[in-house]
């Protein structure tokens, strides 16, 4: 399986990277089990959580990391993997925190429950908006140090405060960020495209986008109002059922007959024809929806196609 390497570092994935926010979710334990095994028996290498997943469910988070080190434990495969997990977002005990103090704290308890002496990629969740750029660095450098990390990597950033990051690092020789996390999709360009893009490039950055199927829309599941009951994140996507969500859909159903695949393989395809994106993030919870994933990296679209859907997502 193609590999390719994040940032400017040894990390290779394969072109997929597992969303782990369903683990302990709307997945068991043992559903969490049989899906990773399918995942890394097919080839793939990249699984990404956060401290705080799912804190929605029991208020503080943590499951979706406990059951990854169990199952890694379980499968002594912990050296084959690529797991990236993050920091600083909230639970119902605190607010999103990047402080030093918050985090020397979260990066033991998530190797604890990682069941593991170091994380691949520790990215900062989200901003605080007031803890001093050069503290959260520095407490990074102290955990690249005592081998607990080895990049660094960031996601809900403003472009100021990246900028910043980047300048920082570079004065006070403290880690820089090797990928970025955006929010990015068929449905949801403007952002990124406005805002990161640039920075991005200028900065050889590794992106791995979330919502990479803008919560199911793209799978094309959901094209009218009385889809959204078909599951617990329906409602999600209402904002997508108007003329341009419909336009990508319509799109999206050309491409996939054309090439006797899905829409959730094509919007994926798209992602990984742009520069710079290294591996889409995405759950599934079945392996029929593991498959449309599986076959998204062996699919090129060619120019036609990319134009199709350029004009009808713009």
Request: glycine share 6%; no cysteine.
């Amino acid at each position: 399986m193609k590999k390719v390497n994040i940032g400017n570092t040894d990390l290779e994935v394969a072109r997929i990277n597992f969303g782990g926010n369903v683990f302990g979710w709307t997945l068991d334990e043992k559903q969490s089990f049989e899906i990773l095994d399918a995942f890394v028996d097919a080839g793939f290498n990249f699984l990404d959580t956060a401290d705080t997943y799912s804190w929605w469910v029991n208020g503080v988070g943590g499951q979706s990391e406990a059951i990854i080190g169990k199952w890694m434990k379980s499968r002594s495969n912990r050296n084959q993997l690529v797991v990236a997990t993050k920091v600083g977002s909230e639970t119902k005990e605190h607010p999103n925190d990047i402080s030093k103090k918050h985090i020397l704290k979260s990066v033991d308890e998530s190797l604890q429950r990682l069941q593991t002496d170091h994380i691949d990629l520790y990215y900062t969740h989200f901003d605080d908006d007031v803890t001093p750029v050069e503290e959260t660095l520095s407490a990074y450098d102290e955990i690249i140090k005592a081998g607990k990390v080895r990049h660094i990597a960031v996601s809900n950033l403003s472009p100021e405060r990246l900028l910043e990051s980047f300048k920082i690092s570079e004065e006070n020789n403290l880690p820089k960020y090797v990928a970025l996390q955006p929010h990015y999709n068929l449905v949801e360009r403007g952002n990124y495209e406005s805002q990161y893009a640039d920075l991005v490039d200028s900065h050889g950055l590794s992106v791995m986008p979330y919502y990479s199927l803008a919560s199911g829309f793209l799978t094309g599941k959901y094209r009218s109002e009385d889809d959204l009951n078909k599951s617990v994140r329906g409602e999600g996507v209402r904002k997508y059922l108007n003329e341009k969500g419909f336009n990508i859909i319509k799109a999206l159903d050309t491409i996939s007959e054309k090439h006797s695949s899905k829409p959730a393989t094509i919007s994926l395809a798209w992602l990984m024809a742009k520069p710079h994106i290294a591996a889409p993030i995405v759950s599934a919870t079945s392996k029929s929806q593991l498959q449309t994933l599986f076959d998204a990296p062996k699919l090129n679209l060619d120019r036609e196609d990319l134009e199709i859907l350029e004009i009808a997502s713009k």
